[in-house]
């Protein structure tokens, strides 16, 4: 590997240290909060609420179970694709890197969580009326960001550079 990759790479490594730190950040300050009042239900505007709930799932809740050999089941399939997206930052050499490293910072941020809690603190509540989205947090918001922008890139770029030839 060249020196130019190690730089690379080691660029990468910073941009996935800061995501991880912000949302730990986040996460440390609300569950702070939990401990010196019990509880969390901090009210932000009409839309937007911190409310601390624990996710056992995937992000935004989904999937969460009880069962310890499905809780483990998820979190070995995150720690897998956490590698196969390492790999496919290591062969990718364009702006697709930098999708990879939204996902993968909040992926890790969110496995941290797993494997020292047992579980994900979520405490973003979007809300409109009494219409509540899921309860996420930064890595969530990290990772969809990370998948919408592949998914854009996939659909209208890939599609404008077939066209083209």
């Known amino acids: 590997m060249s020196k130019k990759n190690y730089k690379k790479f080691f660029l990468y490594f910073i941009y996935i240290l800061f995501l991880f730190l912000i949302d730990r950040i986040s996460k440390l300050y609300i569950l702070n909060i939990a401990e010196t009042l019990n509880e969390v239900e901090i009210y932000i505007s009409s839309f937007l609420n911190f409310y601390l709930v624990w996710n056992t799932g995937i992000g ?63 405490f973003i509540d979007f809300h409109i009326n009494n219409f509540h989205w899921f309860i996420f947090n930064l890595a969530d918001i990290y990772i969809s960001i990370g998948i919408i922008c592949l998914i854009i890139d996939e659909v209208f770029v890939k599609k404008r550079e077939h066209d083209e030839n």
Do not use: C, E, W
Not at 75 to 83: C, K, M
Not at 93 to 103: A, D, G
């Open 60 to 122: 935004f809740g989904l999937f969460s179970s009880d069962h310890n050999m499905i809780y483990n089941s998820i979190t070995i399939l995150i720690f897998i694709i956490n590698i196969i997206i390492i790999v496919m930052l290591i062969q990718n050499q364009n702006y697709k890197s930098y999708f990879l490293i939204l996902i993968l910072g909040g992926s890790t941020g969110n496995l941290f969580d797993r494997l020292y809690y047992s579980a994900v603190p979520d």
